[in-house]
């Protein structure tokens, strides 16, 4: 490859573009996704630790899982799993002090299956905990105190429309609180490091610490404003399920939200494509959220975004274009 060549893939495109690379941010590091590797960057004491590894898509097993309204859920899960073990990479590289021991349980495990399998069944029981919480949280919760108000909900349009507005409460008040949390400042900033590094590489920029602190912290594709098209489109896909059985009502919710999912993927990935009123209308909503998930970074975490970026940007331009 040219020289020229190598200096437009690293971030020295002439022109404005949308990416497909997207990222995740970590204990004092963060995850970045781009087509072919993914990468983990994270400050520790003795500097930058990275760790990039080949992708192994699903869908270039089975063509039919990338096909859309199919791909939305299969990614969900993907980029949860991908999250889980990211995060105890991150937690691996803190100083011992500040990580602790391992637990008698985890000792345990890890001597009686391996540490491979330990990490893999770690990974399976974290997602399953963490789909569940959010399922229980922000689907079956509001579902369930809607059903509480039995007939003073009124009929099926109203009772959805207040499910609906109870769901949006209860996320906006999951989010605010998260950001009480000391801990969670700085990886809000590593958040707002990671939206600026992808905004600098679309509009053609060199990868610099100066042109990226320049840019917005809010990005359309965030996955903030994803969760967020998931609470407006449950408020359409729930409509279809009009009984007032509370239980019923509660299975169907579950039984609906892959639909809801799918959907949701479909939407985010339209709007992160172009940029008109409607999409700007579409991605409003997710943009102001992430004025509570997203700080503004110092220079140090910039250069881990900066970093994390570069080594998933694939060779030859074009490849990762949204």
Known sequence: MSEEKKQDARGGRNEEFRTSIGGQALI????????????IVVRAEEGLVTKVEELKLLKDRYPIVGKPFIRGAVNFISSMTNGVRALMF???????EERGEPSKLDAWIEKRIGAERAERAL???????????SVGLFMLLPTFLTGLLGAFAGGAIVRNLIEGVLRIAVFITYLWLATRLREMKRVWEYHGAEHKAIFCYEKGLELNVENVRAQSRFHPRCGTSFMFIVMIVSILVFSV???SNIWLRLFLRIALLPVVVAVSYEIIKW?????NAFTRVVSAPGRALQRLTTREPDDSMIE???ESLRLVIPEAPGEDEW
């Open 304 to 306: 881990v975004a900066i």
């Open 90 to 96: 991150a937690v691996d590289c803190m100083p011992e």
């Open 271 to 275: 709007a992160g494509r172009g940029d």
């Open 28 to 39: 004092e590091g963060i995850l970045m996704r781009g087509p072919k590797k993914q990468a």
């Open 123 to 133: 990974v399976t029981v974290s997602v399953v905990i963490g789909v569940a919480i």
């Open 241 to 243: 399920a009009r009984w």
